[in-house]
């Protein structure tokens, strides 16, 4: 219970949203792994797994079982039945793991939802024989080009304001390298994985669905809370107001099949050496 006080525990998502989030990051390229040396492993431990994502792409890799863990039930209830997959009901920052379980242990999106994600990769480093490896996205970095000529802008301000209220360092990606060497990881290696977002037509359910999101309001009222420590409440109603206008634009373009937006998102690769005095 104390450490639940000191580190509270990651910020809870449902599985369209991980879906949506992740789907597509290593569907044209998996160089960015190489360093991982997939290979040569024996066993691998996915830290925050979510609904399987990263570790249907190890498994892929990797002769190697792979151990999915999350914090939440229901995300692993995909996992279980694949192959060569154990799903692990576990928290990243009490891993439920003897020491030297693994030859590697890896996350992805997971640290950028931690309050102290040096604490989380001390445990990892805690269990793992050899290898600890992250993959994180810096949302300050991300770019986005839009049919839509307000989104680009309305965004950029609703990502600028977020990014300084919420309470995790969403930005961690391009900070990797020094947050493994502070926690002790040697011969830090890192590469940059492009996230590759296309809306055009024909438009799926789940983009009219986010279009549907945006033209109301939603996808800012849900945020709200990290906004308003940073916004005023008159700049936080005008946020909403034109993100409001630009969503439904965003519709009458879908209407048209008109609508086209690409997003940008990059991720740092980076794996460190477990030290023999960690």
């Not at 986010?210 to 005023?232: F, P, W, Y």
Request: proline share 4%; aromatic share 6%.
């Amino acid at each position: 219970k104390l450490l639940c006080l000191l580190f509270p525990t990651v910020r809870q998502f449902t599985a369209n949203y991980l879906e949506h989030a992740r789907a597509g990051l290593w569907e044209d390229s998996r160089a960015a792994l190489k360093p991982l040396n997939l290979n040569s492993r024996a066993h691998i431990l996915d830290v925050g797994a979510g609904s399987g994502e990263l570790s249907t792409v190890l498994r892929a890799e990797s002769n190697a079982p792979v151990t999915c863990m999350d914090a939440d039930k229901s995300l692993l209830k995909t996992t279980a039945s694949t192959s060569m997959l154990t799903p692990v009901l576990g928290d990243a920052y009490q891993l439920p793991f003897k020491q030297n379980s693994f030859e590697l242990v890896i996350c992805q999106a997971l640290l950028v939802n931690l309050q102290n994600p040096a604490h989380a990769l001390r445990q990892f480093a805690d269990i793992s024989i050899d290898h600890v490896a992250a993959i994180e996205p810096d949302n300050r970095a991300v770019n986005v080009a839009s049919t839509v000529e307000s989104e680009v802008s309305v965004e950029h301000r609703a990502r600028t304001a977020y990014i300084a209220g919420v309470e995790t360092d969403i930005t961690l990606g391009s900070q990797l390298t020094d947050l493994f060497s502070a926690t002790g990881l040697q011969s830090v290696n890192t590469r940059t994985q492009y996230h590759y977002k296309v809306i055009e037509p024909p438009y799926s359910e789940t983009e009219f669905n986010a279009a549907a999101r945006k033209a109301s309001g939603r996808a800012i009222s849900e945020k709200k809370r990290e906004l308003q420590r940073v916004l005023s409440v008159n700049a936080y109603d005008q946020l909403r107001n034109d993100w409001r206008a630009m969503g439904r634009e965003v519709v009458n373009q879908m209407q048209s099949d008109s609508y086209r937006r690409t997003e940008v998102v990059p991720y740092t690769v980076a794996v460190g050496t477990v030290s023999e005095d960690m």
